[in-house]
């Protein structure tokens, strides 16, 4: 066994390649996703003037989510998918602007009757402002993503590093203990 043979490189730099990989396949769907997503009904005149800022969105918002109004919100998504149905929730009121996530404006609503948190996103899209829902293209798209996958990459990367510092270390002592069986050393 020779020295350059302790390590399968290649295969070393493959596995710390896998996250960047992982993540750059998850940002493509994303994009894909992307393609065909919103309905062009909803980007009319009317809507692009109605839905200019985010207090009218804001507004409809709380309406939507008092009267459970899928049609409402299915209008503020503008999503080709239309909105899952809507539970009213006549106790949920807007509170404040809670942060800000790339282009998405994070609003805190709050339920009144058992004070728990609603948070609703908005941001703008094609010339409007609409609300987003927290599923797999909004974390892509918002930036998200990174609270996650940063610490999954950097604890897959030390994974791999240790193991492969082991397997150095067991190899070399076995090369060492094969040279001292032999007379070699």
């Known amino acids: 066994m020779t020295s350059s043979r302790l390590i399968d490189w290649p295969y070393v730099i493959g596995l710390l390649a896998l996250p960047a990989v992982l993540v750059a396949l998850l940002l493509l769907t994303a994009q894909l996703l992307c393609i065909g997503r919103y309905e062009p009904a909803y980007f009319t005149p009317k809507h692009l003037e109605f839905y200019d800022s985010p207090a009218?969105?804001?507004?409809?918002?709380?309406?939507?989510?008092?009267?459970?109004?899928?049609?409402l919100m299915s209008e503020l998504l503008a999503t080709r998918r239309g909105s899952r149905p809507l539970e009213p929730r006549p106790s949920v009121e807007f509170v404040f602007l809670?942060?800000?996530?790339?282009?998405?404006?994070?609003?805190?609503?709050?339920?009144?009757?058992?004070?728990?948190?609603?948070?609703?996103?908005?941001?703008?899209?094609?010339?409007?402002?609409?609300?987003?829902?927290?599923?797999f293209?909004?974390?892509?798209?918002?930036?998200?993503?990174?609270?996650?996958?940063a610490p999954l990459a950097a604890s897959w990367w030390i994974l791999v590093l240790l193991f492969t510092a082991g397997v150095y270390a067991y190899r070399r002592l076995a090369l060492a203990r094969q040279a001292m069986w032999r007379g070699e050393g």
């Open 137 to 149: 293209y909004f974390y892509m798209d918002s930036g998200k993503w990174v609270d996650v996958a």
């Open 56 to 71: 009218a969105v804001l507004a409809d918002l709380e309406r939507a989510l008092h009267q459970g109004d899928q049609q």
């Open 98 to 135: 809670a942060g800000m996530e790339g282009d998405y404006l994070e609003y805190l609503f709050l339920d009144r009757r058992d004070y728990s948190r609603v948070i609703q996103y908005v941001r703008p899209q094609g010339g409007r402002y609409i609300v987003s829902e927290a599923d």
